[in-house]
C-alpha cells in the first residue's frame, strides 16, 4: 500500500509541475499578446495622425485654390493657360 502511495504522490507532482509549466507558458503567451496589441494600437495612432494631417493639408490647400479662384480674372487667367501648364492627355495605343 505503501508503494502505491508514493507512486500516486509522485505523479501528482509530475502533474502539479506540468500544470505550472503550462500556466507560466499561458502567462506569457498572453503578455507577449498584450504587447503586441499596444504596439498595433500605437500604430494605429500614429495613422490615424497622419491621416489627420493629410487631411488638413488637402482642406489647406483646397482653401488656397478657393481663395485664388476668388481673385478677380483668375478664371480667364486660369482658363487662357491651362494648356501651357497641364500636359496632353496620354493615349493608349
Request: aromatic letters at 2%; proline letters at 3%.
Amino acid at each position: 500500500m505503501e508503494e502505491k502511495v508514493r507512486k500516486l504522490a509522485e505523479r501528482s507532482s509530475r502533474a502539479t509541475k506540468e500544470i505550472a509549466t503550462l500556466i507560466a507558458e499561458v502567462q506569457q503567451g498572453t503578455e507577449d499578446a498584450v504587447k503586441a496589441m499596444q504596439q498595433r494600437a500605437m500604430e494605429v495612432g500614429a495613422g490615424a495622425k497622419l491621416a489627420d494631417e493629410a487631411g488638413a493639408s488637402l482642406d489647406a490647400s483646397g482653401h488656397s485654390v478657393r481663395c485664388w479662384f476668388s481673385l478677380p480674372g483668375a478664371d480667364a487667367v486660369a482658363s487662357s493657360g491651362r494648356r501651357e501648364v497641364l500636359p496632353a492627355p496620354l493615349v493608349h495605343r
